[in-house]
């Protein structure tokens, strides 16, 4: 690819594209928001003995700190990547970032559970216009031989969000309150947004108009499904409530699909799905969230609860499986093209699973830090060997012009199997008698995460129907014609600057 490659201009013409951001920029442009974001969806996991105790808040209200991010976050993904296609990239990642950067404001400012949620909700609004779009830009923004090493690098970071948010909220909680928690963001927001102006292109999809009615069918669908397996073990799941939600959401869902078979410009191309690669790839994200985050929400509160761990104390044992996807993303983003994605991603599921199998077998009330320790050390290759080469294989045979959309459906599914595997999980531990004191925490967290290792075994089993994924990805989508192709630069994308 060229330094400098045409574009077209908004009246048609051409222009010429700006000179391209050297690779180590346009990587760190487009991860740090994203590492931000990811940061947010396990850095409140240590706090959450300590909300309960400083804001009153229940166990359904600690599981809404973390569901009001997930919920919004997963329905509006595919809204803010339909907006980033038609008014530029970069412009809604900026905007993403700043509402970010808000709601952490308000989060912090909350003196009561519900101004918590709501502060939640804005930052989940804020992070879907950067986590899909994060992926996009730097795809685009670097050579197609150097994307798998950029989408390495790129699962690295992601993987330290996940490693250094329970470390940094433990280490927040020890040494200040847990507002500080949400007052990191602001420097980091107030940073990144001119650097991302500056060094990253605004490309853009295929300028087709935004389907809001397909935003307003999906966003209610996911928030009533998932509010209903949350309250259906206070309600219970025969009560008329209950029942009325998951039958609402169902039909929300099916005119949502019926809709996207119908638009012009749907907000999920159902054609992408033809595609063996992507269409495994989410099914595999689904069950990875489900099983791992669901049954890490109860294990970082069991160090706490049952083994008497400070927050601090609780991150810092973690550690040998929150730091690893540090390390082993980047190598396995390297060595993906080499190996297949296939292997790797199978591999990774297998250890997550074996990880949490084991943790469910010797969790008790005594259980010692040592036992664990090598279980922690499976679950974080697992987790490592899974971040880059998903990312790699939902992209593989796919143009640019799909890139937003295609990573705004894997985080609209990997967020939605968040916030589900934290609903179910933690149904099954409130419905075996659980409750934030020893002996029940442990009797119920056994089955709950026992659940979470069955599905991961069930998420290996159906990944082995992914194509073997050696290789680079695809430069040019084989959907374009040649008249969508004359208006793309070298990589596939519109780039407006």
């Known amino acids: ?13 051409l222009r010429r594209a700006p000179k391209n951001r050297a690779f180590g920029v346009v990587v760190a442009a487009a991860s740090v928001p994203m590492f931000m974001a990811t940061l947010d969806n396990l850095v409140m996991t240590n706090a959450l003995p300590v909300l309960h105790r400083d804001l009153g808040a229940s166990v359904e209200q600690l599981q809404w700190f973390v569901n009001a991010y997930t919920l919004v976050f997963a329905g509006t993904i595919l809204l803010a990547s339909a907006l980033g296609d038609r008014f530029g990239r970069r412009t809604v990642f900026a905007i993403g970032i700043a509402v970010f950067g808000l709601g952490s404001v308000f989060a912090a400012l909350s003196t009561d559970p519900s101004q918590l949620i709501a502060a939640r909700a804005v930052q989940g609004l804020g992070a ?40 940094v909220g433990g280490a927040i909680m020890e040494g200040w309150n847990w507002q500080s928690i949400f007052w990191l963001n602001v420097p980091i927001a107030i940073l990144a947004i001119p650097f991302a102006l500056w060094a990253l292109r605004n490309d853009r999809g295929a300028r087709l108009p935004i389907d809001i009615v397909g935003g307003l069918l999906i966003a209610p669908s996911v928030i009533l499904f998932v509010h209903a397996i949350v309250r259906a073990n206070d309600d219970g799941w025969g009560s008329a409530g209950i029942i009325l939600e998951l039958i609402a959401g169902g039909a929300l869902l099916a005119l949502f699909v019926l809709w996207q078979t119908r638009t012009a410009a749907p ?31 109860l294990l970082i509160q069991y160090m706490q609860v049952v083994l008497g761990a400070t927050p601090w104390e609780a991150a810092v044992r973690t550690t040998p499986w929150t730091l690893a996807p540090m390390i082993v993303a980047p190598l396995a983003g390297f060595i993906a093209p080499r190996v297949g994605t296939r292997v790797l991603m199978v591999t990774g599921l297998v250890l997550e699973a074996i990880a949490l199998l084991w943790i469910a077998a010797i969790m008790d009330l005594d259980t010692s830090y040592a036992s664990m320790v090598p279980s922690f050390i499976i679950a974080g290759v697992g987790m490592g060997l899974i971040f880059a080469p998903s990312a790699t294989a939902l992209l593989a045979t796919l143009g640019i012009v799909d890139h937003a959309k295609a990573s705004g459906v894997n985080a609209t599914v990997r ?23 020893p002996d029940l ?15 991961l075994v069930a998420t290996a ?17 084989p959907d374009l014609d ?12 519109r780039v407006d600057r």
């Open 461 to 477: 089993v159906t990944a082995l129907w992914l194509p073997a994924g050696r290789g680079t990805p695809a430069s040019v989508s």
């Open 1 to 13: 690819m060229s330094a400098v490659a045409p574009s077209v201009s908004p009246a048609g013409g």
């Open 441 to 455: 925490y442990v009797e119920a967290a056994r089955p709950a995460i026992l659940v979470g290792g069955l599905v």
């Open 415 to 437: 967020e939605i199997g968040l916030a589900l595997g934290t609903a179910v999980i933690t149904a099954i531990f409130l419905g075996a008698g659980g409750e934030l004191v």
């Open 482 to 493: 040649g008249s969508a192709a004359a208006d793309l630069d070298p990589v596939g994308a």
């Open 267 to 297: 907000l999920i191309p159902l054609r992408l799905f033809r595609d063996r690669s992507f269409t495994v790839t989410n099914v595999a994200g689904f069950g990875f969230s489900f099983g791992t985050f669901g049954a890490i929400f």
């Open 128 to 167: 879907a216009g950067i986590m899909p779009l994060s992926l996009a830009l730097l795809s685009a923004g670097v050579a197609p031989a150097r994307r798998p090493l950029a989408i390495g690098i790129w699962g690295g970071v992601s993987g330290l969000g996940v490693a250094v948010g329970p470390l």
